[in-house]
C-alpha cells in the first residue's frame, strides 16, 4: 500500500507538500476505509485553484517513471514550478508491504530527466545516485566497476531501480518486485470534456464496443438501474457490434446520443470498475463533475467497497459525512497543505457530528 507521498516544485507547488496516509485516527465507525493501519479510501477537497489535479497527477509521476503504461502526451508541458525552471522537481513515496517499509525518492529536472535517485528499505540505504555519484549496497546487487561506472555517469537517465530489475533474478515476494507490481497497477482517471487516464493499462478502448464484445449489455443496464435509477432497454447486440442502441417507444436509436453527459461518465466509471479489482491505488479527479449529489454518493459506496486503495476529489460537500467516510479520510487540500479533517480542529469529532455543516462554517483551519 501507499503510505506517504509528497512533492516539492511541481507545478504550483513552490514547497515541499506531503501526504501522509500512515496514521489513522482510532474511530470505530465505517472500519473498511483503514486497511493494516493505513487510510485506504479518502476524498480531497479543496477551493478552486488550490492544486487538488495537480497535486494528483504529481502522485502518479511513478507510473511515467517505472512503467509503460498510458501516460498524460501533455505531462511535461508545464512540469517544474513556474516561479523558477531551473529548479528540480522532488519526488518521495513510501510504501508498506506487509511489515516492509520502502522509502524512493528521486528528482527530476525541467526536462523529465533524471537527476538523482534513492532507494530506503526498513531504514537501510540500499542505494543513493547523485550527479557522477552511485552508493550501492553491493551485498545485495553485486555490479562490475565498468557497470557500476557507466550508472554513475548515467548519460541516458536511466532509473537504477529498473536497472536492477531487469539485471537481477529476483523472487517473486522481493521488495523491488513488490513495489514494481504496486506502481503497474496504479490508475488515475478522469472524465471531463475528454476522457483521461494514466497507469494500469495502455490501450485505447471504446467503450460501447467493450461492453458489447464481453457479453455486459444487461449487466451495464443493470449497473446504472442500481446506481442512479436509469432504465434503459437496450437492444440485443452481437459481439461484432460496435454500438449501443436502445428502445424509445416503437423506435431505435443510439445510446450515446440519449444519455447525458452524467450518464456518459457513468458508463466510463463502469469500464473502469470491471478493471479496478486488479490495481493497487486508484485515484478519480472530479470524479462526480457530473454527477447529482446522491449518485455520488453511491458511486463513492460502490468504490470504497473495492479492495484497492481508491481516492478521489470533489468538491461536492454531501459527501462529507460520516455516514460515508471518517474525519480521518476526508482531506483539505489548501494552501500547500494536505490535512485530514480530525487534524483541523481542536474539536473532538464523533460520529453523530455533522462535519459538512462545520466545514461550511469554517470550523476547520489548514
Not at 533524471?114 to 540505504?125: F, Q, S
Not at 545516485?129 to 552511485?134: E, G, H, N, V
Request: charged share 25%; net charge positive.
Amino acid at each position: 500500500m501507499l503510505i506517504k507521498f509528497a512533492v516539492k516544485n511541481f507545478r504550483g507547488f513552490a514547497e515541499r507538500i506531503e501526504w501522509d496516509l500512515s496514521h489513522p485516527s482510532n474511530y470505530s465507525f465505517n472500519t473498511y476505509a483503514v486497511k493494516d493501519g493505513v487510510i485506504k479510501n479518502g476524498i480531497i477537497y479543496g477551493p478552486n485553484g488550490s492544486g487538488k489535479t495537480n497535486f494528483s497527477v504529481a502522485l502518479f509521476d511513478i507510473v511515467n517513471h517505472l512503467t509503460q503504461k498510458s501516460k498524460k502526451p501533455d505531462y511535461y508541458q508545464n512540469f517544474v514550478y513556474g516561479g523558477d525552471s531551473n529548479l528540480n522537481v522532488d519526488f518521495e513515496y513510501t510504501f508498506k508491504f506487509d511489515d516492509q517499509a520502502i522509502e524512493y525518492k528521486y528528482s527530476k529536472n525541467v526536462f523529465g530527466a533524471l537527476v538523482k535517485e534513492a532507494l530506503i528499505v526498513d531504514g537501510v540505504p540500499v542505494f543513493k545516485r547523485r550527479i557522477d555519484t552511485l552508493e550501492l549496497d553491493e551485498k545485495q546487487f553485486p555490479i562490475n566497476p565498468d557497470a557500476k561506472r557507466n550508472l554513475q555517469m548515467n548519460a541516458n537517465s536511466i532509473s537504477i531501480v529498473n536497472y536492477l530489475l531487469t539485471s537481477y533474478p529476483l523472487a517473486k515476494d522481493h521488495y523491488l518486485i513488490r513495489m514494481r507490481n504496486f506502481v503497474d497497477s496504479m490508475l488515475w482517471f478522469r472524465c471531463l470534456k475528454v476522457n483521461e487516464y494514466m497507469g494500469f493499462d495502455n490501450m485505447v478502448t471504446i467503450l460501447d464496443e467493450y461492453i458489447i464484445k464481453n457479453r455486459l449489455v444487461k449487466d451495464f443496464a443493470d449497473f446504472l438501474r442500481k446506481i442512479s435509477g436509469q432504465k434503459f432497454e437496450f437492444v440485443q447486440s452481437r459481439t461484432t457490434d460496435k454500438i449501443l442502441f436502445c428502445k424509445i417507444g416503437n423506435g431505435v436509436i443510439a445510446f450515446d446520443l440519449i444519455a447525458s453527459t452524467g450518464t456518459q461518465s457513468l458508463k466510463l466509471l463502469y469500464f473502469w470498475l470491471k478493471k479496478m479489482n486488479e490495481a493497487s491505488f486508484v485515484f478519480i479527479d472530479e470524479f462526480d463533475a457530473f454527477y447529482h449529489f446522491k449518485l455520488a454518493f453511491e458511486v463513492c459506496k460502490q468504490l470504497f467497497n473495492l479492495n484497492c486503495q481508491v481516492f478521489t476529489s470533489s468538491h461536492n460537500t454531501y459527501l462529507m459525512t460520516n455516514d460515508l467516510l471518517r474525519p480521518d479520510c476526508n482531506f483539505i487540500l489548501q494552501n500547500n497543505k494536505i490535512k485530514p479533517l480530525h487534524a483541523c480542529t481542536e474539536k473532538e469529532l464523533r460520529f453523530g457530528h455533522n462535519i459538512e455543516k462545520l466545514f461550511r462554517a469554517g470550523a476547520f483551519e489548514v
